[in-house]
């Protein structure tokens, strides 16, 4: 009798039944927590959004007003030198300084002078006209300078929203050491510099930004530097500029004169600060600015007037005209010995909005 073979199928079926059964828990377990997590972030992000307060609109125009930069506003300018020469000269040489570009500072457009100078140029820093006349008498004649500035405020505030040095240099020794009429090595600078202490740069600097306003009142007088001005406790802003350039240097904070005007109706030439940060550039300061009372002498040191000036706010601008020098203008003539002559040259300036 031949032996039943066995069945096998049954038990492969159910053994397969088994694997299906547990790979299929095994995903729907799987899925459902990763579906859960989904739904639980979810859930978390409406919560968030639900109980997140409104952000106030004048609150968010504030924080955007911060963040801008000053605007640019144009002005006219117009610089009259009224020449007026008596006698005879033998010659005589006229050099001004030019208003040019300044990146983001100001841009000069339209800009014209007349009669034509002898030579222009540019002496590293600024651009410069030169006038030179020679076997001239008893004349008078008008140099007129014109054009148009699209300036802003430029600070320490804009300079840290530009956030970036536009002025690089590498050699900054000239504007570290002495020179005439500011006298950064002179002890009376250095023991006032020495009492103005502060843990940056820009502290420092606006420490002795508020010591010079503290400790300069406003006269008009010549030209007498920073060592002078701290004796006597007075100047114009030509010397307001000079001690505070002098106490940056003695300071090793490299400092420098700046010339121009302050953009309004109608102005005198002005002089200002600019002090050298690695992350920044140049950078004005204008310390004058708190110097509204102001007495004005005559060349005995008699007082002739008083009257208000500068009442500017922080957002003044200017108009740059040239550095390093305290006179937008220098005249120098020669004589001859039998004819003796003189020569004067009257400046105007007219400042236009448009």
Not at 85 to 100: C, V
Not at 139 to 167: C, H, M, P, S, W
Not at 279 to 303: C, F, K, Q, R, S
Not at 334 to 350: K, L
Request: net charge positive; proline share 3%; charged share 25%.
């Amino acid at each position: 009798m031949a032996k039943k073979k066995k069945d096998f199928s049954v038990i492969v079926n159910i053994v397969f039944v088994v694997l299906f059964v547990s790979v299929s828990v095994f995903l729907y377990i799987l899925f459902s927590k990763n579906h859960f997590e989904t739904l639980k972030n979810d859930a978390k992000q409406v919560y968030k959004e639900r109980t997140t307060l409104p952000v106030n609109p004048a609150e968010n125009k504030q924080k955007k007003v911060k963040t801008e930069l000053p605007s640019f506003t144009k002005y006219k300018f117009k610089y009259t030198y009224d020449v007026d020469i008596k006698g005879y000269l033998k010659s005589m040489d006229i050099t001004m300084i030019i208003p040019h570009d300044e990146n983001e500072k100001q841009y000069i457009s339209d800009f014209s002078i007349t009669p034509t100078p002898t030579k222009m140029y540019n002496d590293g820093v600024n651009n410069i006209a030169e006038f030179n006349l020679k076997n001239i008498e008893q004349q008078k004649f008008v140099i007129e300078l014109q054009g148009q500035a699209n300036v802003r405020t430029y600070n320490i505030d804009t300079a840290k929203k530009i956030n970036k040095n536009l002025t690089p240099e590498s050699d900054l020794s000239r504007y570290l050491e002495p020179e005439i009429l500011i006298e950064s090595n002179d002890s009376i600078i250095v023991n006032a510099a020495k009492k103005i202490k502060g843990k940056t740069r820009e502290e420092i600097v606006q420490k002795i930004y508020e010591y010079t306003q503290q400790n300069i009142n406003y006269q008009v007088m010549q030209n007498i530097g920073a060592k002078k001005a701290l004796q006597i406790k007075a100047g114009k802003c030509s010397e307001f500029a000079a001690v505070m350039i002098a106490l940056c240097r003695a300071k090793k904070i490299p400092a420098r004169l700046i010339v121009g005007n302050i953009a309004r109706d109608k102005d005198t030439p002005h002089g200002w600060v600019e002090v050298y940060y690695d992350e920044y550039g140049w950078v004005m300061y204008d310390p004058t600015v708190m110097a509204t009372n102001v007495t004005i002498l005559d060349a005995n040191g008699n007082v002739i007037k008083k009257e208000k000036r500068y009442e500017i706010s922080g957002d003044t601008k200017y108009i740059i005209s040239g550095r390093n020098l305290f006179n937008q203008l220098r005249i120098h003539f020669t004589t001859n010995e039998r004819r003796n002559g003189t020569a004067r040259v009257t400046e105007t300036t007219q400042i236009e909005k448009i």
